[in-house]
């Protein structure tokens, strides 16, 4: 009797609650900052900081999430010939396996560069843009480390990717990129790489030899 009591009064509590709710009028608000936030402009005054600024830059040395550390070479032509020289792939060679880096080098390069990488790319054939080279142009000689920095930095009418693409996904590009050259040269780049690695070795045994 006395749980029939106590269920029949939270009962009518709960319908005298409901019915004292009104669309027409304010509801309490017992927290009113939960509700009415106070707004911010960006570039507000703001007195906390030094500058009285809102917005406030990074501080230095920091990375966003989910980005990569800098390059560490200048965009500039003599950054290109350093990165031409030295940079190389430092992806392990069973994480360039498999055909991701052809489907991001359809989806960004090969409207201009081509499927083969001779430069014919759709553009190209519709004249939009003119004067793409070939990957196999042996004036340009590219090297893995010169491709990644034109992907990177850009070159000429070809802007940056570095906000497409993270750093994996660029070598992965760079790697394909280097796979097209070897083909339009007639020969793989497996095979390139064994006769440079074959070439060292002569130069070292050489050198100890004399």
């Known amino acids: 009797m006395k749980s029939l009591i106590k269920l029949i009064t939270v009962v009518m509590i709960f319908v005298s609650v409901v019915a004292c709710n009104s ?11 939960m509700y009415e936030s106070v707004g911010y402009e960006a570039y507000q005054e703001a007195d906390v900081f030094d500058n009285n600024m809102e917005a406030q830059e990074p501080a230095e040395g920091t990375i966003p999430r989910g980005g990569h550390l800098p390059l560490g070479i200048a965009g500039d032509y003599d950054g290109y010939l350093e990165a031409k020289a030295n940079l190389e792939n430092p992806l392990d060679p069973k994480e360039l396996e498999g055909s991701e880096g052809g489907q991001l080098y359809d989806i960004y390069c090969g409207i201009c560069h081509g499927k083969k990488g001779n430069g014919k790319g759709i553009l190209v054939e519709r004249e939009k843009i003119l004067g793409v080279p070939s990957f196999d142009d042996v004036g340009r000689a590219i090297t893995e480390g010169s491709v990644y920095h034109v992907i990177y930095y850009g ?17 992965l590009v760079t790697d394909y990129v280097m796979q097209l050259k070897a083909e339009l ?25 004399k």
């Open 23 to 33: 669309k027409s009028s304010r509801n309490y608000q017992y927290m009113p900052n």
């Open 155 to 171: 070159k000429n009418a070809m802007g940056s990717y570095k906000n497409q693409i993270d750093e994996k996904e660029r070598w």
């Open 185 to 209: 040269e007639g020969s793989s780049k497996d095979t390139k790489e064994d006769s440079a690695v074959n070439a060292e070795t002569e130069k070292a045994t050489d050198s100890v030899a």
